[in-house]
Protein backbone atom coordinates (compact mmCIF):
# COMPACT_ATOMS: atom_id res chain seq x y z
CA UNK A 1 0.00 0.00 0.00
CA UNK A 2 1.74 3.35 -1.06
CA UNK A 3 2.14 5.90 2.16
CA UNK A 4 -0.39 7.97 0.47
CA UNK A 5 -3.21 5.65 -0.10
CA UNK A 6 -3.32 6.25 3.70
CA UNK A 7 -4.52 9.82 3.18
CA UNK A 8 -6.78 9.14 -0.10
CA UNK A 9 -8.57 6.47 1.63
CA UNK A 10 -9.73 8.44 4.70
CA UNK A 11 -10.12 12.52 3.24
CA UNK A 12 -9.78 12.32 -0.31
CA UNK A 13 -10.61 9.19 -2.20
CA UNK A 14 -9.71 11.43 -5.60
CA UNK A 15 -6.22 12.10 -5.15
CA UNK A 16 -5.47 10.72 -8.29
CA UNK A 17 -8.20 13.50 -10.46
CA UNK A 18 -7.26 16.60 -8.01
CA UNK A 19 -3.39 15.43 -9.61
CA UNK A 20 -4.78 15.19 -13.32
CA UNK A 21 -6.78 18.80 -12.62
CA UNK A 22 -3.35 20.17 -11.75
CA UNK A 23 -1.61 18.67 -14.72
CA UNK A 24 -3.98 20.01 -16.33
CA UNK A 25 -2.98 23.45 -15.48
CA UNK A 26 0.34 22.97 -16.62
CA UNK A 27 -0.94 22.02 -19.90
CA UNK A 28 -3.18 24.81 -20.42
CA UNK A 29 0.13 27.01 -19.11
CA UNK A 30 -1.97 28.85 -16.47
CA UNK A 31 1.59 27.45 -14.11
CA UNK A 32 4.81 26.92 -15.75
CA UNK A 33 5.67 24.18 -13.52
CA UNK A 34 4.88 22.93 -9.75
CA UNK A 35 5.57 20.32 -7.21
CA UNK A 36 3.87 19.03 -4.15
CA UNK A 37 5.14 20.14 -0.82
CA UNK A 38 4.33 20.01 2.95
CA UNK A 39 2.41 16.85 4.35
CA UNK A 40 1.18 15.19 1.29
CA UNK A 41 5.16 15.32 -0.21
CA UNK A 42 6.59 14.14 3.06
CA UNK A 43 3.99 10.81 2.40
CA UNK A 44 5.48 9.92 -0.29
CA UNK A 45 8.78 8.99 1.47
CA UNK A 46 7.85 8.31 4.96
CA UNK A 47 5.43 6.75 7.33
CA UNK A 48 1.47 8.14 7.04
CA UNK A 49 1.06 11.17 8.97
CA UNK A 50 -1.72 13.80 9.79
CA UNK A 51 -2.76 16.66 7.31
CA UNK A 52 -5.98 17.82 5.75
CA UNK A 53 -4.64 20.06 2.40
CA UNK A 54 -2.55 19.26 -0.56
CA UNK A 55 0.21 22.00 -1.06
CA UNK A 56 0.64 22.43 -4.52
CA UNK A 57 4.24 25.10 -5.29
CA UNK A 58 3.55 26.67 -8.40
CA UNK A 59 5.91 28.49 -10.47
CA UNK A 60 3.60 31.42 -12.55
CA UNK A 61 3.73 32.20 -16.10
CA UNK A 62 5.34 35.46 -15.66
CA UNK A 63 8.18 34.60 -13.02
CA UNK A 64 7.43 34.11 -9.19
CA UNK A 65 10.67 35.00 -7.38
CA UNK A 66 9.53 36.57 -4.41
CA UNK A 67 9.11 40.80 -4.61
CA UNK A 68 6.78 39.88 -7.95
CA UNK A 69 3.39 40.82 -7.78
CA UNK A 70 1.82 37.14 -8.57
CA UNK A 71 -1.72 37.08 -9.90
CA UNK A 72 -3.40 33.38 -10.03
CA UNK A 73 -6.52 34.82 -10.98
CA UNK A 74 -6.86 32.93 -14.30
CA UNK A 75 -5.71 29.86 -12.50
CA UNK A 76 -8.81 29.93 -9.84
CA UNK A 77 -10.90 31.21 -12.54
CA UNK A 78 -10.44 28.20 -14.50
CA UNK A 79 -10.63 25.65 -11.79
CA UNK A 80 -14.10 27.43 -10.84
CA UNK A 81 -15.28 27.18 -14.28
CA UNK A 82 -14.43 23.67 -13.26
CA UNK A 83 -16.85 23.50 -10.42
CA UNK A 84 -13.74 23.71 -7.97
CA UNK A 85 -15.74 26.27 -4.85
CA UNK A 86 -13.65 27.34 -1.95
CA UNK A 87 -13.40 26.51 1.27
CA UNK A 88 -11.73 29.23 3.07
CA UNK A 89 -8.34 29.29 1.89
CA UNK A 90 -8.78 26.34 -0.25
CA UNK A 91 -10.06 25.58 -3.05
CA UNK A 92 -11.69 22.17 -3.30
CA UNK A 93 -10.29 20.10 -6.33
CA UNK A 94 -12.30 16.94 -6.80
CA UNK A 95 -12.74 16.62 -3.44
CA UNK A 96 -9.71 17.36 -2.30
CA UNK A 97 -8.56 20.95 -0.68
CA UNK A 98 -5.92 22.64 -2.05
CA UNK A 99 -3.84 25.28 -1.45
CA UNK A 100 -1.53 27.32 -4.49
CA UNK A 101 1.74 28.45 -3.02
CA UNK A 102 3.66 30.90 -5.81
CA UNK A 103 7.50 30.02 -4.94
CA UNK A 104 10.08 31.93 -3.50
CA UNK A 105 13.84 31.17 -4.72
CA UNK A 106 14.22 28.55 -2.55
CA UNK A 107 10.52 26.67 -3.61
CA UNK A 108 11.42 27.26 -7.52
CA UNK A 109 14.36 25.62 -6.22
CA UNK A 110 12.34 22.45 -4.89
CA UNK A 111 10.20 22.62 -7.63
CA UNK A 112 12.50 22.72 -10.46
CA UNK A 113 14.47 19.78 -8.85
CA UNK A 114 11.33 18.14 -7.99
CA UNK A 115 11.22 13.91 -8.94
CA UNK A 116 8.32 12.69 -11.26
CA UNK A 117 6.92 9.95 -9.19
CA UNK A 118 3.52 8.18 -10.32
CA UNK A 119 0.09 8.26 -7.93
CA UNK A 120 -2.27 5.54 -9.28
CA UNK A 121 -0.98 5.70 -12.90
CA UNK A 122 -1.06 10.09 -12.46
CA UNK A 123 2.53 11.43 -12.82
CA UNK A 124 3.09 14.08 -10.81
CA UNK A 125 6.48 16.36 -9.18
CA UNK A 126 7.08 15.50 -5.47
CA UNK A 127 9.48 17.77 -4.11
CA UNK A 128 12.63 15.67 -2.81
CA UNK A 129 13.41 14.61 0.89
CA UNK A 130 16.07 17.06 1.09
CA UNK A 131 14.15 20.35 -0.06
CA UNK A 132 10.89 19.73 1.87
CA UNK A 133 13.83 19.87 4.92
CA UNK A 134 15.02 22.66 4.64
CA UNK A 135 11.03 24.38 3.48
CA UNK A 136 10.03 22.66 6.69
CA UNK A 137 12.85 24.08 8.42
CA UNK A 138 12.67 27.32 7.39
CA UNK A 139 9.12 27.47 8.09
CA UNK A 140 10.37 26.54 12.46
CA UNK A 141 6.93 25.46 13.06
CA UNK A 142 6.52 22.09 15.60
CA UNK A 143 4.70 20.39 13.19
CA UNK A 144 7.15 21.05 10.39
CA UNK A 145 10.35 20.28 13.11
CA UNK A 146 8.34 17.03 13.46
CA UNK A 147 8.13 15.74 10.00
CA UNK A 148 12.25 17.07 9.35
CA UNK A 149 12.68 14.69 12.51
CA UNK A 150 10.96 12.10 10.40
CA UNK A 151 12.64 12.65 7.19
CA UNK A 152 15.67 12.50 8.78
CA UNK A 153 14.91 8.95 10.02
CA UNK A 154 12.85 7.26 7.49
CA UNK A 155 13.86 7.75 4.02
CA UNK A 156 17.46 7.92 2.44
CA UNK A 157 19.04 11.81 2.65
CA UNK A 158 21.68 13.00 0.42
CA UNK A 159 23.30 14.53 3.29
CA UNK A 160 25.72 16.49 0.97
CA UNK A 161 23.46 17.60 -0.78
CA UNK A 162 20.77 18.75 2.16
CA UNK A 163 23.67 20.68 3.55
CA UNK A 164 24.26 22.38 0.52
CA UNK A 165 20.65 23.76 0.59
CA UNK A 166 20.49 24.64 3.93
CA UNK A 167 23.83 26.51 4.01
CA UNK A 168 22.40 28.51 1.35
CA UNK A 169 19.63 29.35 2.58
CA UNK A 170 21.14 29.93 6.31
CA UNK A 171 19.12 27.01 7.71
CA UNK A 172 22.35 25.69 9.22
CA UNK A 173 21.64 25.98 12.93
CA UNK A 174 17.93 24.51 12.46
CA UNK A 175 19.65 21.59 11.28
CA UNK A 176 22.07 21.20 13.18
CA UNK A 177 19.67 21.72 16.14
CA UNK A 178 17.67 19.26 14.73
CA UNK A 179 20.73 16.56 14.19
CA UNK A 180 21.57 16.89 18.04
CA UNK A 181 18.44 16.09 19.02
CA UNK A 182 18.10 12.59 17.00
CA UNK A 183 21.55 11.38 17.98
CA UNK A 184 20.75 12.23 21.92
Known amino acids: MHQLDYYTSNA ?4 DKTLMMINDLKKKKLIKDYAIGG ?16 DVFVITPK ?8 NLTSLYDFLEKKKCTWR ?29 MRYKGVHTKVITPEYLVAIFLR ?18 IEMKKLKKIVHAYGLEKKLSSIMRGKNA
Request: aromatic residues 6%; glycine residues 10%; proline residues 4%.
Open 88 to 116: GEHIIVKGVPVQFIPVDELEEEAVRSAKV
Open 63 to 70: GGKSGKVI
Open 39 to 54: GIAAMFYIEPILTYDL
Open 139 to 156: AGRKKDLEKVERLLTQTD
Open 12 to 15: GKFM
